[in-house]
């Protein structure tokens, strides 16, 4: 019986740190802008109005996109 309540306090633990990131992820994207901006990046691929995309790719293998870096760069 007391190891199923340690192992129940321990879940519980977990879930309310799961719920605090979470908290603060739905806070981030009701309030601020950084969060919505940053998914559109990472998982959309957009760039602001007036970047523009650069890939860099290394000399010794130029067609592998593994190992390519992508920098975002403002337009001057």
């Known amino acids: 019986m007391e190891g199923q309540l340690t192992a129940q306090q321990a ?3 977990a879930l309310t740190l799961r719920n605090a990131k979470l908290s603060g992820d739905v806070k981030d994207l009701k309030e601020g802008t950084r969060a919505i901006e940053e998914r559109a990046r990472t998982e959309h691929g957009m760039l602001k109005e007036g970047e523009y995309f650069v890939q860099i790719l290394p000399a010794e293998n130029p067609l ?3 190992s390519a870096k992508d920098t975002v760069l403002p337009k001057k």
Do not use: E, I, T
């Open 64 to 66: 592998a996109p593994s």
């Open 11 to 13: 879940r519980n633990q």
